[in-house]
């Protein structure tokens, strides 16, 4: 993927499918929810506005660097998604006590 193709950034092509697709017609058709967790969970006209806006101008300035600075800017994306791809950051687990199957002698 070039750098310049934010739209073609998985994280961001799903935010951005989130925000103005899937997310919303899940939450439509949720019979459960209440109408003000409905409301709470349904992206705004706003905030699609702004992400769509936010998308055109970093896809601006992008283009508008010359070769050396994207060639950094593209090392960059490479080692963080590297990283992503070896770190896990969630939640630490724990393990699960192990039973003892042992049942003779219980009362």
């Keep these: 993927m070039h750098i310049t193709n934010v ?4 994280h961001v092509a799903q935010h951005v499918d989130s925000v103005t697709g899937r997310d919303r017609e899940r939450i439509r058709a ?12 349904m992206p705004s006209e706003a905030e699609i506005t702004r992400l769509r806006q936010l998308i055109r101008r970093v896809e ?18 490479r080692v963080v998604r590297r990283t992503r791809q070896t770190v ?3 939640l ?7 039973l003892d199957l042992n049942l003779e002698g219980q009362p």
């Design 30 to 41: 949720a019979t459960e929810l209440d109408d003000w967790a409905r409301a709470e969970a």
């Design 92 to 98: 630490p687990t724990t393990r699960s006590p192990a």
């Design 60 to 77: 601006h300035d992008l283009n508008a660097l010359d070769d050396n600075d994207r060639q950094q800017i593209e090392e960059a994306v």
């Design 88 to 90: 896990h950051l969630g």
């Design 7 to 10: 739209r073609g950034d998985v």
